[in-house]
């Protein structure tokens, strides 16, 4: 139990593009999901938290029009990089929290964005 | 500012070894700890997680918390060199909202 996915696993766009990453939880309902960036030989950064059906908090210094995060559903959170450029290149990684869980979370296999 | 602070290492020890990993915690109010493995170029997967003080132990797995030092630690018993990872301790908040807190992660290498 307790899997979480991300699709894709792995992208290669050009600077200027769009890219949607999806996090789904696939045996259970998320009422939170947290969005991490890494880079090489890095700690997690935490981007924002989202909950089901209300908008997603930032963490300071992460810009909200360039990261567009939608949890629509309980068990769908995306991430949308807008205008990508070579320096957002990095390991996106999301992770869900179950409902009525106070704590744990379980993490996504990441997906890796590279910017040309 | 909550910080979570880990030895980066490498730490080595010969297979069949006792490895002990190491996490200090600022925010004294924060309620439950985890220890995450992360292998390179792979996203964290959960070890263990403990709440009250002493010890929590899961099969080769040991946790170890002291509220009062503000202080955690994982013990990895006959270390193998599949263990050979980066190991990540994280501190939950206190309040509602259980924002977790990630240290940078300490390597550790077990070689044969």
């Known amino acids: 139990g307790a899997v979480v996915s991300q699709h894709p696993s792995w992208v290669i766009c050009k600077s200027g593009t769009s890219v949607k990453i999806e996090c789904r939880s696939l045996?259970?309902?998320?009422?939170?999901m947290f969005w991490y960036r890494q880079f090489p030989k890095q700690s997690l950064m935490l981007m924002a938290t989202?909950?089901?059906?209300?908008?997603?908090?930032?963490e300071q210094g992460v810009e909200k029009d360039k990261f567009l995060i939608n949890h629509a559903s309980l068990t769908l959170s995306t991430l949308t990089v807008t205008s990508a450029h070579p320096e957002d290149s990095s390991f996106y990684i999301c992770?869900?929290?179950?409902?009525?869980?106070?704590?744990?979370?379980?993490f996504g296999p990441g997906t890796r964005l590279t910017v040309l | 500012q909550k910080e979570v602070e880990q030895n980066s290492g490498p730490l080595s020890v010969p297979e069949g070894a006792i490895a002990s990993l190491n996490c200090t915690y600022s925010?004294?109010?924060?309620?439950?700890f985890f220890w995450y493995r992360q292998y390179s170029g792979k996203s964290p997967e959960l070890i263990m997680f403990?709440?009250?003080?002493g010890d929590k132990e899961d099969g080769r797995f040991t946790a170890q918390l002291n509220k009062a030092s503000q202080y955690v630690s994982l013990l990895i018993r006959d270390s193998q060199p599949s263990d050979s990872a980066t190991y990540l301790c994280?501190?939950?908040?206190?309040?509602?909202?259980?924002?977790?807190?990630f240290g940078r992660g300490t390597s550790l290498i077990v070689h044969p």
């Open positions: 994280a501190a939950h908040a206190s309040g509602g909202s259980y924002i977790p807190t």
């Open positions: 045996d259970f309902q998320a009422t939170t």
């Open positions: 989202s909950n089901e059906g209300s908008k997603a908090t930032y």
């Open positions: 925010d004294r109010g924060s309620q439950s």
């Open positions: 403990i709440y009250s003080n």
């Open positions: 992770s869900a929290r179950a409902r009525g869980v106070r704590d744990t979370q379980y």
